[in-house]
């Protein structure tokens, strides 16, 4: 595998299954309603709005917005008439924009009974000049106030960016940065995790407390390994295997080092994605699938490959059972609108790679560097170079035939979140952020790995992950989403969301002496 790379040059492969991705995640249509108080010109708000959807569209894609016509003025019969509007419209998403002062209880009923994400912003006041804060004063910024409080005593929850009170521009930029917290929101209440057996011997890890899933909108669908098993052999002789064989091997190029098992790969691809179709109940899915140690035998091969394959499709499909996993990867999906991967926080980096090939070049400590790795589940577009082969784990106590199946190869460099929503065992939910990069630095080593580097990663290690209890796996995106996945986590409920805090900020059980 070393050859495929020299020294910091790395080949930047393409995905080439866009024929087989799938409607795996939703597209957000926001309905922006302007609301006003009856002491207040009701055309200032109007105005507003109208000033705010022009700046939207000229600075982003139209199609994600729709201007509700009906401005709520302390007007129960305006909500009903502005919710019928947008539903008709077809909006999943919802902006309540405070032209002015606005009317907070119709306001904040729209939110009640609007069934989707929704957000709040507020109008600055543009000028002074002629009269503008006499005449044309809107007070949002107050209004703001008594939205919030009202949001609160019903009980609902709503997007409220940092700073929520901007001009035209600066509102239109909030509600963009809505855009993938609306698309997870939504996604989550219209999720259905399947999984296959229960988790492997010796990985309690990976257990699954269900309750906050149900909390979540999100179903779950328990099944065993011999029911995959049996619909996998209903699938032998799938006159749709040559097909899906052709595009592994296009996908795979000269990294196709396991030809004679590409048929088995095909009928089980086939396998999960007609599964899915005849189960899938909700709009959204995610794979929660046992890979070892009883697959091998049984089925003849290692799923990674295939499992990348779904992944890349929009499909996320975590290892180990892993179901908080296929979760997380789920939000990464939406939230990137990208291609995830899931991975072990693996092994440390040895010194002579560090002293190497990061240190005087990259602005990280050993301690800041470790090693992501997974046996061969990263998408190919993801990888700088592949290969699929065998499984070498597996290969240390099984047949190699049957370990057929991995892809193996390191991690394109550039920017990443790692990043984690968890149920505890008492059923609290919590969350990690981490942003970081992939080093473009040969990882001299097998599976699908790379070299990964976050600020200060020594000490979130040690008080976070481990002091948190999080288990081994973190899910990727291939790019800086921090924001966004707070932004969300925050939204549904997360209480406690951590990351990785800078030099001289204490995590409370830092020792403030060592």
């Not at 507020?122 to 804060?133: F, M, R, V």
């Not at 309750?211 to 032998?236: C, M, P, R, T, W």
Request: glycine share 8%.
């Amino acid at each position: 595998m070393e050859n495929a790379i020299t020294d910091m040059h790395f080949i930047f492969r393409f995905n080439r299954m866009e024929d087989f991705t799938m409607n795996n995640k939703p597209e957000i249509k926001i309905g922006i309603v302007a609301v006003s108080r009856d002491c207040f010109p009701e055309s200032l708000s109007v105005n507003r709005r109208k000033a705010l959807v022009e700046a939207y569209k000229n600075k982003y894609d139209a199609a994600d917005i729709y201007e509700c016509p009906v401005c709520i003025v302390e007007s129960e019969i305006h909500m009903q008439q502005a919710l019928e509007d947008i539903r008709k419209a077809g909006c999943n998403a919802l902006c309540v924009y405070l032209g002015n002062f606005g009317p907070e209880i119709s306001e904040t009923m729209l939110a009640k009974y609007f069934d989707g994400p929704k957000m709040f912003v507020a109008a600055a006041e543009e000028t002074s000049a002629n009269g503008g804060l006499v005449g044309n004063r809107g007070d949002a910024y107050c209004g703001m106030l008594n939205a919030s409080y009202n949001l609160k005593l019903r009980g609902v929850k709503a997007y409220i960016p940092d700073y929520p009170v901007g001009t035209a521009d600066e509102c239109a930029d909030m509600i963009h940065e809505f855009l993938p917290v609306a698309r997870a929101v939504y996604a989550l209440n219209n999720l259905k995790i399947i999984s296959f057996g229960p988790r492997p011997n010796n990985f309690l890890a990976c257990n699954a407390p269900i309750n906050q899933l149900y909390n979540l909108g999100v179903e779950i669908e328990e099944n065993s390994e011999l029911d995959l098993f049996e619909s996998y052999n209903k699938h032998a002789g799938d006159e749709r295997i040559p097909s899906v064989v052709k595009s592994m091997e296009d996908e795979l190029g000269a990294g196709n080092k396991k030809p004679e098992i590409l048929s088995k790969l095909a009928q089980y691809e086939l396998t999960l994605l007609d599964w899915i179709e005849a189960h899938k109940l909700k709009k959204y899915v995610a794979i929660a699938g046992k890979c070892w140690p009883a697959f091998q035998t049984q089925f003849g091969f290692v799923p990674c490959y295939v499992n990348s394959r779904l992944t890349a499709m929009g499909i996320p499909v975590s290892c180990e059972v892993d179901i908080y996993g296929a979760l997380s990867e789920f939000i990464g999906t939406v939230v990137s609108n990208d291609t995830v991967t899931l991975l072990d926080i693996n092994n440390t980096v040895p010194s002579d790679i560090y002293n190497e090939d990061i240190k005087g070049k990259f602005n990280y400590t050993i301690k800041d560097t470790f090693m992501g790795f997974h046996c061969g589940n990263t998408a190919s577009g993801k990888l700088a170079f592949c290969e699929m082969k065998n499984q070498m784990i597996m290969a240390r106590s099984l047949p190699e035939e049957v370990t057929n199946g991995t892809l193996e190869g390191d991690i394109v460099p550039g920017d990443i979140t790692f990043f984690r929503l968890q149920s505890t065992s008492d059923s609290q939910l919590r969350a990690y952020i981490a942003q970081g990069e992939v080093l473009p630095v040969r990882t001299r080593s097998f599976g699908s790995i790379g070299i990964f580097a976050i600020n200060e990663m020594g000490r979130f290690y040690r008080h976070v992950l481990i002091e948190k209890n999080y288990p081994h796996h973190g899910a990727v995106a291939f790019g800086h989403f921090g924001k966004a996945l707070f932004d969300v986590f925050k939204y549904i409920g997360v209480e406690d969301i951590a990351y990785n805090q800078p030099a001289g900020v204490l995590y409370k059980s830092e020792n403030p002496f060592a």
